[in-house]
């Protein structure tokens, strides 16, 4: 536990204005998908604690709402456990890319891992120096964890009250608070531009044909692009 203190408490970006908003503003449209999914959970049919639980010991929006999803069509557990299992295989890369923020200590790194989600992973390598990626993937982890975990309560709680939730327009407020985090980078690094300019056309390229979720999982090759750009510029 202590290097897990340690790990947390080395945070130079609290003070970064910039960042604190940034990562308020996460936690919000975490926050507001996070009470979509629990309501959704609940109306469908589920108990409470389904959704409260998976978002505990799962957190990972997209493949509790795939697996969620499936379970309401009348699918099995398996199935629903397989969809999410396939979902979150990106996070495989992302691990590899903030492994050096996570701490030496293994209680460090088995909650830091628990956390990595594309929006740490988003914050933390957006920072110019180990400090401030450690500092930035923390501080974004924890804040998320704990607003995703208590909106999908209290939408859970609510159920069918909030009625159909995707009258509210509540799947676009996530998305386009992550184009907001990523232009900055989008503009200053060709390299990155191009990364995501090809996993963005193999996402819409295959948008079609596969099951939703599988288009963000494709669109990883566009790291292949960026690794390719990064070895002509060494």
Known sequence: MRSLYRTTTTVPAVRDPELLRDVALVCLASGVV???FG????AGGLPVWVPVVMSLVVYAGSAQFSAVGILLAGGGPLAAAATGLLLNTRTAAYSLAVADVLGRGRIARL???HLVTDETVAFALAQPDPARRRAAFWMSGLGLYAAWNLCVLGGALAGSALGDTGTYGLDAAFPAVLVALVL???RTDARVRRAA???AAVALAVTPLVPAGV???LAL???FTYGT???RTA
């Open 197 to 199: 300019l090809a996993g």
């Open 229 to 231: 750009a990064a070895g």
């Open 221 to 223: 090759v566009g790291l």
């Open 184 to 186: 900055p980078a989008l």
């Open 39 to 42: 309501a959704i959970a609940v």
């Open 111 to 113: 909650v830091g891992a």
């Open 34 to 36: 996070g009470a979509s």
């Open 215 to 217: 288009p963000v999982l």
